[in-house]
């Protein structure tokens, strides 16, 4: 009886809570004596001290208890706050630990997060989450309690309190060269999105038009799109050099075989097939008596195309380039094998020098970046759709 | 006013239509009507050259319609499907203003004549103008699409099965109100149906196709009583006296009833029931709430003790509803009588199935 | 004349056949890469042979994607049943959410955390593979139209029978078409591996971008992208051979 209780209390914050409890046994930050070394990995009281280890587990049990006893809308804002204290205090005093633990420590040395941070990212995740799904109806507390905590990490960062952190001293140490890879990167996956978008929607309408044109079209993209990346961008530099060494001019244009001629290429190469595909679709869908109505009342072929068609089939045209642009974005960061640049670059160097921290300074700005191509997508797809039309089934 | 000359259309080897020549003329509604796949969907769509025939002609007010450029036509023609085909990303008001809109009409204009249509198709526009298809009933769609099909008041509205896709209840309201909205606009319509009650309500003339030719071209009534073939004569039924009377409204029919209101004394009731055995009881804003049966007035103090209350929109009849209807309803709920009333349910008097059994006797003849 | 499902299988098993006697003969690729690329001294990968490149490849494959299924179908019937339903909103979020994370930056957030080798590489396959398996377990059960889970229960099934009976079968190809997808990103992502160091089919292009050969480069690139479309081929006949549910609309 109690234990049903319990489960209906709310089992996904009883989880997060549990899960916030065990980051403790984890290292929290880890010491090591230069970037590429090992290192020997700090408890959480060790790390910061015990007052705050003290606070961060009264803070967890206050949320599993909670979490237990979950009845109204004051407990579950309760809980969502809570979870943005402990992830706030965590980098708050991660900072000043950083500080302290490199100049004690040798020249060289490095402090980065570990896994109990990492987990304690992850249960604040979870409870934030079951708190919102508790508060449907309360807009502005599930906007304070996703974004708080999030943004006050984001400030800490600029302003320079985390700079101790190994990341952002792998940062600082490359500022300009990271600015200069972020920008390539932006050009080369906007341009491939741009250009595959260009070809991908008249392919579509041909498609949606031409029943003969229909299959050999979705053949070429989907054998495409089944293609590994990295094989794909290596069949593309084998024709590519040929073509340089017999036109030595094409050099001067860019074109080698290796570099952003074969990775724009195949990366508009892979952008085609969710374009073509949602363009198809969305035209193929089009209820048969709109268009019929419309031609019957007078409008002429361009008419329907221009007043029907491209606003009915618009939603899921942009839905495609959505896909395509965040496809983009990890395909991207694959090129910098190939000599494209863009962030990648950081992961690969990283990689080849066994530096973790410069990994993840490639890794992590990818995955924002694809997150963020991704939210600025769904808003222009929420604007341009139709008000008329249904909520879109994304 | 509208002209077929000899049209076929041939899609490969099939004949669709094969040397159809029909007339049509001005203010007159004509109902295609046929077994699926007689072709006169094919025959409406070449009208307004969606389909091209393969040989012949088709003459709108003397004219070669391929003479015409196709848009320019289908301007001045009104067009309204089953599947209505309003535009999903428009609202109401907007889907209405399409043809005005197309021809260039002023905002003020369009805006007026949207207001005039929703009224005309009886809908509030304050409240439907704004709204999308999205969150229209099947019937709202339908009277929204013949609302836009008539927007920039054309002489002609083709109609394909435009009231098929609803209830039968909401397809009789929509056709009664067909039936006055063409009472009081006359335009040249030509409309296909499958459903031979529908086309003999509605129809002026009768088109009888099969296999894409023109089997029968009369009134209904002929239609009813001298099938040209035995083809046609198996279409129409063997319940054809039956069938006409949907073609007589009840309007010329109900006669003034015995009523009284809920709050009479006994004996003003007794008073209007007089000789008969009851009377319809009715509000005092006059709308109908039931009956009262003379032998119970003795035995009760009010009227409202005594009164067996009715559903009115189970029972009553529209007053634009046929005959048939009304004998339906009689047969239906035993009654010799039924009440007929007004769009506010107010009650206007009845109809007796006497007069249904005369008026179907003369139309056997 | 056998049918189209039939005829699709023997396409592929012929295909299959062609491919591993084309990997298996080195001296026809020694032959064919020194013919294009007459330049470069060496053409094949001197690490391993071709076979043992696309074995590796597959295993790495094999191992991520038998973790994948073996835990995300279950996890995904398991949100979707009234024990585990509360998890359903965060899982959904979740796997929407780590959809939009390029696969590989999760195989590079693995070596920080893991090491190099081969155990990250299956970590982050299988990590980044239970997303669309677990997704469209998700859509293809909630996909099962209503009234045939109440005719199962009409008929006296219990919730155990409806689910194998009814409910799995009549899902099974829109997760078979998860699992599909999840195989395709990870033999793409396993090659990327080849660069923290888990072998297949990506170490020879690595090695050739690393030392500028382009014969090496062609070795790995070929084999890949076959590989990679018959591997899709075979899916999409397994798919096929569940189709009593209309497509549904899944990505």
């Known amino acids: 009886m109690m234990v049903r209780q319990w489960v209906t209390g709310n089992s996904v914050a009883v989880t997060g809570?549990?899960?916030?409890?065990?980051?403790?046994?984890?290292?929290?930050?880890?010491?090591?004596?230069?970037?590429?070394?090992?290192?020997?990995?700090?408890?959480?009281?060790?790390?910061?001290?015990?007052?705050?280890a003290a606070a961060i587990i009264v803070l967890w049990l206050l949320c599993l208890a909670l979490s237990l006893a979950e009845r109204d809308k004051r407990h579950a804002i309760t809980i969502g706050i809570t979870a943005n204290a402990i992830l706030i205090l965590t980098f708050i005093f991660a900072g000043p630990a950083a500080n302290r633990l490199t100049a004690t420590g040798a020249e060289f040395a490095r402090v980065s997060l570990s896994a109990g941070v990492w987990v304690t990212v992850a249960a604040v995740y979870m409870l934030v989450f079951a708190a919102r799904q508790s508060l449907p109806d309360y807009r502005v507390w599930q906007n304070l309690i996703s974004w708080t905590g999030l943004a006050a990490v984001v400030i800490l960062l600029f302003t320079g309190w985390l700079n101790n952190i190994s990341v952002v001293q792998e940062?600082?140490?490359?500022?300009?060269?990271?600015?200069?890879?972020?920008?390539?990167?932006?050009?080369?996956?906007?341009?491939?999105?741009?250009?595959?978008?260009?070809?991908?929607?008249?392919?579509?309408?041909?498609?949606?038009?031409?029943?003969?044109?229909?299959?050999?079209?979705?053949?070429?993209?989907?054998?495409?799109?089944?293609?590994?990346?990295?094989?794909?961008?290596?069949?593309?530099?084998?024709?590519?050099?040929?073509?340089?060494?017999?036109?030595?001019?094409?050099?001067?244009?860019?074109?080698?075989?290796?570099?952003?001629?074969?990775?724009?290429?195949?990366?508009?190469?892979?952008?085609?097939l969710p374009i073509v595909r949602n363009t198809f679709v969305g035209l193929r869908q089009l209820d048969p008596a709109v268009i019929d109505a419309g031609l019957g009342m007078g409008m002429s072929r361009p008419q329907v195309f221009r007043r029907l068609e491209v606003p009915l089939a618009a939603p899921l045209v942009l839905e495609g380039v959505r896909t395509a642009s965040v496809q983009a974005v990890g395909l991207t960061a694959v090129a910098a094998l190939i000599g494209a640049g863009g962030l990648g670059w950081f992961v690969f160097q990283g990689l080849g020098?066994?530096?973790?921290?410069?990994?993840?300074?490639?890794?992590?700005?990818?995955?924002?970046?694809?997150?963020?191509?991704?939210?600025?997508?769904r808003t222009i797809v929420r604007v341009s759709t139709p008000k008329g039309l249904a909520t879109g089934t994304s | 006013m509208i002209k077929l000359e000899q049209v076929t259309k041939k899609y490969g080897a099939t004949v669709a239509v094969n040397g159809l020549s029909l007339e049509v003329n001005e203010g007159e509604v004509c109902v295609l009507i046929g077994p699926s796949g007689c072709g006169k969907t094919t025959t409406l769509r070449m009208i307004n050259r969606l389909i091209e025939p393969t040989s012949g002609r088709i003459l709108v007010n003397g004219k070669d319609t391929s003479q015409v450029k196709p848009e320019q036509l289908r301007r001045s023609i009104g067009y309204a499907i089953q599947s209505v085909g309003l535009?999903?990303?428009?609202?109401?008001?907007?889907?209405?203003?399409?043809?005005?809109?197309?021809?260039?009409?002023?905002?003020?204009?369009?805006a007026r004549r949207v207001e005039e249509l929703l009224t005309l198709v009886g809908l509030s526009p304050a409240e439907y103008a704004g709204?999308?298809?999205?969150?229209?009933?099947?019937?709202?769609?339908?009277?929204?699409?013949?609302?836009?099909?008539?927007?920039?008041?054309?002489?002609?509205?083709?109609?394909?099965?435009?009231?098929?896709?609803?209830?039968?209840?909401?397809?009789?309201?929509?056709?009664?109100?067909?039936?006055?909205?063409?009472?009081?606009?006359?335009?040249?319509?030509?409309?296909?149906?499958?459903?031979?009650?529908?086309?003999?309500?509605?129809?002026?003339?009768?088109?009888?196709?099969?296999?894409?030719?023109l089997v029968q071209y009369d009134t209904p009534e002929t239609t009813l009583s001298r099938p040209a073939s035995k083809f046609v004569h198996d279409f129409v039924g063997s319940d054809r006296a039956l069938k006409r009377l949907s073609r007589i409204s009840v309007e010329s029919f109900i006669k003034s009833a015995p009523t009284v209101t809920i709050n009479a004394s006994i004996k003003q009731a007794e008073a209007a029931i007089g000789s008969r055995r009851s009377a319809w009881v009715v509000d005092d804003k006059g709308q109908l709430l039931g009956w009262i049966d003379r032998t119970d007035l003795s035995q009760?103090?009010?009227?409202?003790?005594?009164?067996?209350?009715?559903?009115?929109?189970?029972?009553?009849?529209?007053?634009?509803?046929?005959?048939?209807?009304?004998?339906?309803?009689?047969?239906?709920?035993?009654?010799?009588?039924?009440?007929?009333?007004?769009?506010?349910?107010?009650?206007?008097?009845?109809?007796?199935?006497?007069?249904?059994e005369a008026a179907t006797a003369e139309a056997e003849e | 004349m056998p049918d189209r499902q039939t005829r699709r299988w023997i396409i592929l098993a012929l295909a299959s056949a062609a491919f591993i006697a084309l990997i298996a003969s080195t001296g026809v690729w020694e032959a064919s890469l020194r013919f294009l690329f007459p330049q470069e001294s060496q053409v094949l990968h001197p690490r391993a042979s071709l076979l043992t490149l696309v074995v590796e490849h597959l295993g790495l494959v094999g191992i991520s994607s038998s973790l994948t299924i073996l835990i995300g179908v279950p996890l995904g019937i398991w949100v979707t049943c009234p024990g585990g339903r509360n998890f359903l909103p965060i899982v959904t979020d979740l796997t929407s959410f780590g959809q939009t994370f390029p696969p590989v930056a999760v195989l590079a957030l693995a070596v920080p955390m893991l090491g190099f080798g081969l155990v990250p590489t299956v970590v982050a396959l299988f990590l980044y593979g239970l997303l669309p398996v677990v997704r469209n377990t998700i859509a293809g059960l909630r996909a099962v139209p209503p009234h045939l889970l109440d005719a199962a229960y009409g008929m006296g099934m219990g919730r155990f029978q409806a689910l194998f009976r009814v409910e799995i079968p009549l899902a099974a190809r829109v997760i078979l078409a998860g699992i599909r997808i999840s195989v395709i990103i990870n033999i793409g992502t396993a090659m990327i591996g080849a660069a923290i160091g888990a072998g297949g089919l990506g170490s020879p292009i690595i090695a050739g971008l690393v030392q500028d050969n382009l014969a090496y480069i062609i070795e790995g690139a070929v084999p890949a992208a076959i590989l990679a479309v018959l591997a899709d081929q075979l899916l999409a006949n397994v798919e096929g051979s569940f189709a009593y549910m209309p497509e549904e609309a899944t990505r």
């Open chain 2, 87 to 110: 535009f999903p990303h428009l609202t109401v008001a907007t889907n209405i203003a399409t043809v005005p809109e197309l021809l260039h009409w002023d905002k003020t204009r369009i």
């Open chain 1, 171 to 272: 940062f600082l140490g490359r500022e300009s060269r990271f600015q200069q890879e972020l920008v390539k990167h932006i050009f080369l996956f906007g341009g491939s999105v741009i250009a595959g978008t260009i070809i991908g929607i008249p392919l579509g309408i041909w498609a949606a038009r031409n029943r003969r044109a229909e299959r050999p079209i979705f053949y070429f993209a989907n054998i495409t799109q089944t293609i590994p990346s990295l094989a794909l961008f290596g069949l593309l530099i084998a024709p590519l050099s040929a073509l340089s060494f017999a036109f030595p001019v094409l050099r001067e244009f860019g074109i080698r075989g290796v570099g952003a001629a074969p990775a724009l290429i195949a990366l508009i190469i892979y952008s085609l």
């Open chain 1, 17 to 52: 809570s549990c899960l916030g409890l065990l980051s403790l046994p984890f290292g929290w930050l880890t010491l090591k004596a230069s970037r590429l070394t090992a290192g020997t990995s700090l408890r959480l009281w060790d790390a910061f001290s015990w007052g705050v």
């Open chain 2, 131 to 213: 709204k999308y298809p999205s969150q229209l009933s099947g019937g709202e769609a339908q009277r929204i699409g013949v609302a836009r099909a008539l927007a920039a008041d054309p002489p002609i509205l083709l109609m394909d099965e435009p009231f098929g896709a609803v209830d039968p209840l909401t397809r009789e309201r929509l056709q009664a109100q067909f039936v006055a909205i063409q009472q009081e606009l006359k335009k040249t319509v030509i409309l296909v149906t499958h459903d031979l009650d529908e086309a003999i309500r509605l129809a002026d003339l009768i088109a009888i196709m099969a296999a894409g030719k």
């Open chain 1, 353 to 377: 020098q066994a530096a973790p921290d410069l990994i993840i300074l490639g890794a992590i700005p990818i995955i924002v970046l694809a997150l963020f191509v991704d939210a600025v997508m």
């Open chain 2, 300 to 356: 009760v103090s009010s009227i409202s003790e005594g009164m067996v209350t009715l559903e009115s929109k189970d029972i009553a009849l529209w007053q634009n509803a046929t005959l048939r209807e009304a004998l339906s309803r009689m047969l239906g709920q035993g009654f010799k009588s039924i009440p007929v009333v007004d769009e506010d349910t107010k009650l206007i008097g009845e109809v007796t199935l006497g007069d249904v």
